[in-house]
């Protein structure tokens, strides 16, 4: 049996994983996200003993990240507000002590592909992965391939309408304020209401004005990628009562524009959770290593 490794590399955890698909995983651990130095030798010693049974490793990261194979700095992350990590090479000490083939995507994009391999977008070429928790990322495929192109999407990071009369928030992202993540991240609604989210009733109003933010944003998404389904992940989105309020903050902003039947009579199947749940990325890192090797 064939045998890939996954690394999903998050700003507090780096999960690794052995294994070929969701019903076969051989073994798995988390790591703390510590310094490089410290965290990068803890997942190399993790594969070490099984190393010559595998086939390919798959690797997604938080960002930002150089995705250019023709860059000097390809497989590092760039600019980043985890310290330590700026500049950090994740790709070069994993590929140099294994040797083998190796897929490097972001955290997201990884996602997306094991939602498309086997969770919410299966059949499908064409699909937003967002996720909303303590940060907030895109992933895309169109037509079928990872979607890439100067770099890779930063979708947390759009503008969106921000009315401060009604929130006079002035939002946490430390390079815009009040984009996307800076309104609408798990962070970003325990700073403006003073509590963690988690800990608010169904009924507070924290989570209108969170449907209204999510709403402005994939409705964006929708008229630029023109997705076949939208898939909303991450910790925030673990509030279930947060898909009606939201597909119904999509449809009034739309108001009647996209007519096509997916979205005004099949919303409820068009803005879902993710299938795979919290384990999206990490399996997704399993899909990127088989995709690597055309498996």
Same mark, same amino acid.
């Given at each position: 049996?064939? +045998?890939?490794?996954?690394?999903?590399?998050?700003?507090?955890?780096?999960?690794?994983?052995?294994?070929?698909?969701?019903?076969?995983?051989?073994?798995?651990?988390?790591? #703390?996200?510590?310094?490089?130095?410290?965290?990068?030798?803890?997942?190399?010693?993790?594969?070490?003993?099984?190393?010559?049974?595998?086939?390919?490793?798959?690797?997604?990261?938080?960002?930002?990240?150089?995705?250019?194979?023709?860059?000097?700095?390809?497989?590092?992350?760039?600019?980043?507000?985890?310290?330590?990590?700026?500049?950090?090479?994740?790709?070069? #000490?994993?590929?140099?002590?294994?040797?083998?083939?190796?897929?490097?995507?972001?955290?997201?994009? $990884?996602?997306?592909?094991?939602?498309?391999?086997?969770?919410?977008?299966?059949?499908? !070429?064409?699909?937003?992965?967002?996720?909303?928790?303590?940060?907030?990322?895109?992933? $895309?495929?169109?037509?079928?391939?990872?979607?890439?192109?100067?770099?890779?999407?930063?979708?947390?990071?759009?503008?969106?309408?921000? !009315?401060?009369?009604?929130?006079?928030?002035?939002?946490?992202?430390?390079?815009?304020?009040?984009?996307?993540?800076?309104?609408?991240?798990?962070?970003?609604?325990?700073?403006?209401?003073?509590?963690?989210?988690?800990?608010?009733?169904?009924?507070?109003?924290?989570?209108?004005?969170?449907?209204?933010?999510?709403?402005? $944003?994939?409705?964006?998404?929708?008229?630029?990628?023109?997705?076949?389904?939208?898939? +909303?992940?991450?910790?925030?989105?673990?509030?279930?009562?947060?898909? #009606?309020?939201?597909?119904?903050?999509?449809?009034?902003?739309?108001?009647?524009?996209?007519?096509?039947?997916?979205?005004?009579?099949?919303?409820?199947?068009?803005?879902?959770?993710? $299938?795979?749940?919290?384990?999206?990325?990490?399996?997704?890192?399993?899909?990127?290593?088989?995709?690597?090797?055309?498996?």
């Amino acid at each position: 049996m064939s +045998l890939y490794g996954g690394i999903e590399i998050g700003g507090t955890k780096v999960i690794c994983m052995m294994g070929t698909d969701p019903e076969h995983i051989l073994s798995e651990t988390r790591i #703390p996200t510590t310094s490089p130095g410290e965290t990068l030798p803890k997942v190399i010693t993790f594969f070490e003993p099984s190393a010559d049974q595998l086939e390919a490793v798959g690797i997604g990261s938080f960002g930002p990240l150089d995705l250019d194979p023709d860059s000097s700095s390809y497989g590092c992350i760039t600019e980043t507000t985890k310290t330590g990590w700026a500049g950090t090479d994740i790709l070069g #000490p994993i590929q140099s002590v294994f040797g083998l083939p190796i897929g490097f995507d972001t955290d997201v994009n $990884a996602a997306a592909l094991g939602e498309q391999r086997w969770g919410s977008a299966q059949g499908l !070429d064409t699909f937003l992965y967002l996720t909303i928790g303590t940060g907030i990322g895109g992933g $895309a495929l169109v037509e079928g391939n990872l979607l890439h192109g100067l770099m890779h999407p930063e979708m947390g990071h759009i503008p969106i309408p921000h !009315d401060r009369n009604q929130d006079p928030f002035q939002g946490i992202c430390p390079y815009h304020h009040d984009c996307f993540e800076g309104l609408a991240s798990g962070p970003a609604l325990e700073a403006r209401w003073g509590a963690r989210a988690e800990t608010f009733s169904e009924d507070h109003p924290a989570w209108a004005l969170e449907a209204e933010y999510v709403g402005y $944003a994939v409705v964006s998404y929708i008229l630029t990628l023109a997705p076949q389904r939208v898939i +909303l992940g991450g910790g925030v989105m673990q509030q279930e009562h947060l898909f #009606p309020l939201i597909r119904s903050e999509v449809l009034e902003i739309l108001n009647g524009y996209m007519h096509v039947p997916e979205i005004i009579k099949d919303i409820n199947h068009y803005i879902v959770p993710p $299938a795979l749940g919290n384990q999206a990325g990490i399996l997704g890192s399993i899909a990127l290593a088989r995709k690597t090797i055309g498996h």
